[in-house]
T-cell receptor
Framework: EPEVTQTPSHQVTQMGQEVILRCVPISNHLYFYWYRQILGQKVEFLVSFYNNEISEKSEIFDDQFSVERPDGSNFTLKIRSTKLEDSAMYFC????????????FGEGSRLTVL | AQSVTQLGSHVSVSEGALVLLRCNYSSSVPPYLFWYVQYPNQGLQLLLKYTSAATLVKGINGFEAEFKKSETSFHLTKPSAHMSDAAEYFCAVSDGTGANNLFFGTGTRLTVIP
């Protein structure tokens, strides 16, 4: 069964460092998403991406964040200068076209900022 | 804007007992509603979805949910809990437009007591 894969599963970084989280969405999917879940809190929408551009982004997704689909298979989330409050589980998701298409989630990348 | 509220951050049931996890939604347009499950150290897996067809929706692992517009609810039920149902359950809503972003509730942790 096709699945969304994410790397790394866990990354520890120092405050102020740049981090890139990588995702390989399901191959025939067209919409891509990043969500995050701070420990003990709800899953929060960060950004959606379609047709090589951002469709929507939340207030959380400020100038420190960027997304890219560099090679037609990977979908990356970059945090330029990490803060302590960026520590969270980051989930990538993808879906096919159509408005009722469910989102398929990866297993997440846990980011710990020290 | 869409949002969901999940009543009860923790629910405990005995094995074999009824599972009832509550979700109320707020949406300015007819909503699409979803229940996702998250097992420890795993990603989010879709249990079931409501997309304006039948109001009683059956999902995987014996779960079902009923869309009640008059109560703005989409509660998740299972007649008989199994130990393997212990997990975190998230209700989510989208408006089915654009990127179809999902907005999640705060989650309910289900504990099954042997």
């Amino acid at each position: 069964e096709p699945e969304v894969t994410q790397t790394p599963s866990h990354q520890v970084t120092q405050m102020g460092q740049e981090v890139i989280l990588r995702c390989v969405p399901i191959s025939n999917h067209l919409y891509f998403y990043w969500y995050r879940q701070i420990l003990g809190q709800k899953v929060e929408f960060l950004v959606s991406f379609y047709n090589n551009e951002i469709s929507e982004k939340s207030e959380i997704f400020d100038d420190q964040f960027s997304v890219e689909r560099p090679d037609g298979s990977n979908f990356t989330l970059k945090i330029r200068s990490t803060k302590l409050e960026d520590s969270a589980m980051y989930f990538c998701a993808s879906r096919t076209s159509g408005t009722t298409g469910e989102l398929f989630f990866g297993e997440g990348s846990r980011l710990t900022v020290l | 804007a869409q949002s969901v509220t999940q009543l009860g951050s923790h629910v405990s049931v005995s094995e074999g007992a009824l599972v009832l996890l509550r979700c109320n939604y707020s949406s300015s347009v007819p909503p699409y509603l979803f229940w996702y499950v998250q097992y420890p150290n795993q990603g989010l897996q879709l249990l079931l979805k409501y997309t304006s067809a039948a109001t009683l929706v059956k999902g995987i692992n014996g779960f079902e949910a009923e869309f009640k517009k008059s109560e703005t609810s989409f509660h998740l039920t299972k007649p008989s809990a199994h130990m393997s149902d212990a997990a975190e359950y998230f209700c989510a809503v989208s408006d089915g437009t654009g990127a179809n972003n999902l907005f999640f509730g705060t989650g309910t942790r289900l504990t099954v007591i042997p």
